[in-house]
């Protein structure tokens, strides 16, 4: 009975389609939960020339939600990937420093823990500009990215090969009959973005060869929800992933969550590793899986807790961001993340609060404007010139880190902390 019952959802999950859902994506249950409503929001990476100013700028639903019956929180709205995930994509990985020390890192803990050695295949699904795979290339491995995007073309330029598609069943077949079945498959930052779960874990098991592995970090929840990180919930993020709906999608998909382990990137992240059939289980799943349920992930009235001391949160840097601008003062933004535009649009904060914001110089986002709240983008090198009596860090989740640059820099003025308690940083 609970093979049949398995079988008919995984049929369900292959039928999911794009717009409002009414059902949860993993386990097809229809009784979804909205926990926290962000009203329409745009898309986070789409940011505007000055031209597209004068154009109609679209927006959809963002409704954070969850399902009692598997415990997965998600979306209950799915956006073409299309326009997501276009050819002109802005993101680099390479541009975010702790992105590529978890990645260096990631590298060093998969060659000693799986004893990889040429002629090793490793695959890496989603590769933007190919800074994992290069961690993999420089220890002599042989590597493949598979990416949608024009950041192909920044990971061609290291050498490494890349198949510029969308991932799915037929591209992984592609992939296997040029270059082998893979000894890792790697997902950083993504398994959430595919809209259809279980094609992504039938691609992979393609993929893989008998003995493979496959390794995925995505924001954790868990952190998501103690450390009021509102500014995760984006359009890219169909799911927010905890270990219990992950170990069911596993189950669903002919894997066993064997490993996980929470690590610091991105504000708080979950690494699992999975292999295909049935597997030993390292102890601490089980160990997490207690952890989650202590702090009320699969709780319906806790994770409203946790949505009312967001919105308190939002409120409160609403209240201070206006306080600061009373003083007759300059307010600028520091880094210009894709999740920090829901932030401002939830907030909010527009171009007549936040003068600018600024990039990382060889950022492909400057010169452009934020999506929704239209605040210019410039080169980190004007904050310095105009020394702003405030900078708020929307790339709070590594301010610590770029705090400390800025002011090595040269930077004199206050800074803003927007989460998890907005608080101005004199130091």
Known sequence: MIYIINFLISINMKQQSLGHIDKCQICSSKNLQTILSFGHQPIVQSYLTPKQLHEPEATYSLNFCFCPRCGLAQLDYIIDPRLVFPTNYPYRTGLTDMLVRNFRGLADVLEKRYRLSHPNLIVDIGCNDGTLLEGFKNKGLRVLGIEPTNAAKSARQKNIPVIQKYFNESVAREAVKKYGHAKIVTLTNALAHIHNPSDIMRGIEVLLDKGGVFVSESQYLLDMMQCLELDTIYHEHLRFYSLKPLKKLFSLTNFTLVDAERISAAGGSIRVYAMKGKRTVNARIKDLIDAEEK???????????????????KD???????????????????GSPGRSNTLLNFVKINKH?????????????????????????????????????????????IGEELMKKLRKLGYKGKFIMPLPEPKIIKK
């Open 295 to 313: 702090a009320g992930l699969y709780d319906v009235a806790a994770l409203r807790q946790y949505a009312q001391k967001m919105i308190n949160a």
């Open 316 to 334: 409160k840097l609403m209240a201070l961001v206006i306080k600061c601008k009373q003083e007759n003062v300059r307010i600028v933004g520091v």
């Open 353 to 397: 609060l936040l003068d600018y914001t600024c990039e990382k110089t060889g950022s492909p986002k400057i010169g452009l404007l934020t999506p929704g709240t239209h605040i210019p983008i410039v080169d980190e090198k004007k904050l310095l010139r105009d020394q702003p009596e405030y900078a708020l860090v929307l790339s709070w989740h």
